[in-house]
């Protein structure tokens, strides 16, 4: 099974800009993905949140128009720069979405089972996985105990080594959330976005991956900086995850460019 995990889209309503910047062309970048994605056909596609950048209707709608194209389901989940309800209206006839509460999901159509978590807390930019939310992640991994499963977050439960990350945009998390993570065979890991770049952790004991995002990148001079000095303008990125059987999993991050240079390897002289 091939599952693609996109993040962190930052979409803003047709016409303007992300940042009033027209070299950042958020809706633009995630087209391009979108265009990839139907090129090599997964079986999913999962996004971990941010898709409007403001959280409002017309951007959602904006997110929507290009989401449409995807040829595999589209499977969503807020981020700290979404509204809840208002994703929720707009993606009404996502059907797994519930009606009311967190936008927490599961989906049981694959040999993998997708889960979703929904961390953000409203106007907030931190995240949060409360006493609630480990309940019902607790009773959904108990449905099917050995069926293989990625839980999927916007916030990562980790620390990234960049203290804007590590502190006020932060995922704070019950101690008892890394202990249901351990205790959970059947949960091969957790992938997560937020953070914009490629970081790979651990947690529970299991593998903990920040995708990185379609829309441009944090650029930071240092770790410490409390926030990031400018964005860069670097390719939007799609990550693979591909189940191995069991609870294998390989990740790729694949790169979108404009112009890709590429040599066939069968005019290449050997040496």
């Excluded at 016409?15 to 139907?38: I, P, Q």
């Excluded at 490629?198 to 930071?220: D, N």
Aim: hydrophobic fraction near 40%; include cysteine.
């Amino acid at each position: 099974m091939l599952i693609a995990q996109i993040t962190d889209a930052h979409i803003v309503p047709e016409g303007t800009h992300w940042k009033g910047e027209s070299s950042t062309d958020t809706a633009g970048r995630m087209a391009k993905a979108v265009a990839y994605l139907n090129e090599i056909r997964p079986d999913a596609v999962v996004f971990t949140g941010d898709a409007a950048d403001k959280g409002d209707a017309a951007s959602y709608l904006h997110f929507q128009k290009i989401g449409e194209r995807l040829a595999a389901p589209l499977f969503v989940l807020p981020g700290n720069h979404d509204e809840r309800e208002e994703m929720r209206r707009v993606f009404s006839d996502h059907l797994y979405l519930p009606k009311s509460g967190p936008l927490h999901f599961s989906i049981e159509a694959f040999p993998v089972r997708l889960i979703g978590l929904d961390t953000n807390v409203e106007g907030e930019d931190f995240g949060q996985v409360g006493a609630e939310d480990l309940e019902w992640l607790e009773k959904t991994l108990a449905k099917d105990p050995q069926k293989p499963a990625i839980l999927f977050m916007h916030h990562p439960p980790v620390k990234v080594g960049a203290k804007a990350f590590d502190t006020e945009y932060s995922c704070r998390i019950e101690p008892a959330f890394e202990e249901l993570v351990k205790k959970s065979p059947s949960l091969i890991g957790i992938a997560a976005g937020h953070y914009h770049h490629l970081c790979v952790s651990g947690f529970g004991g299991k593998p903990c991956l920040l995708a990185p995002s379609l829309a441009p990148t944090h650029y930071f001079a240092h770790p410490d900086d409390p926030e990031p000095a400018a964005l860069e303008l670097d390719d939007p990125a799609v990550t693979l995850h591909r189940w191995l059987g069991g609870c294998a999993v390989s990740t790729h991050v694949v790169r979108l460019k404009d112009d890709p240079r590429r040599i066939p390897l069968r005019s290449c002289t050997i040496t």
